[in-house]
C-alpha cells in the first residue's frame, strides 16, 4: 500500500520534543509510530484503552442527550398545529375590523 496521506497536527513543542525522544530512543520515527497507531485502529476497530480514557464522549452523550430532551418538550401537541376552525359562515372580515379597530383606536 503506497503512503500518500498526510497528517498534519498541533501540540505543545515541549509535548513534541519529549515525544520525539522516547521514539528516538527506541529507533521508531514519528511517522511509523503514527502508521502504527491507525493500523491497530483498522485491525481492532475500536480506540486504544489509553485514548478511550482520555475522551469526552461520555459527556457528548450526555449532552446529545440532554438535547433531545429539550426537543421532545419543545414540540407542539398534534392537536396545538391544527388550525381553529370557525363556525359556519362566521365573517373573518369583521373579525380583522375588530383587531384593527383595537389596535389603531377609531369609532
Known amino acids: ?21 522516547v521514539l528516538a530512543r527506541q529507533h521508531i520515527s514519528v511517522s511509523e509510530a503514527v502508521r502504527q497507531l491507525f493500523c491497530e485502529l483498522e485491525r481492532s476497530q475500536q480506540v486504544p484503552e489509553f485514548l478511550a480514557d482520555a475522551s469526552p464522549r461520555d459527556d457528548i452523550q450526555g449532552k446529545r442527550q440532554l438535547l433531545r430532551t429539550m426537543v421532545r418538550a419543545s414540540r407542539p401537541t398534534p ?7 370557525a363556525p359556519k359562515g362566521h ?7 375588530e383587531h384593527l379597530l ?6
Open 79 to 85: 392537536d396545538a398545529l391544527e388550525p381553529p376552525i
Open 91 to 97: 365573517d373573518w372580515r369583521e373579525d380583522w375590523r
Open 102 to 107: 383595537e389596535k389603531h383606536g377609531g369609532a
Open 1 to 21: 500500500m503506497s503512503a500518500t496521506a498526510t497528517l498534519n497536527i498541533r501540540l505543545p513543542e515541549e509535548l513534541k520534543e519529549h515525544g520525539m525522544q
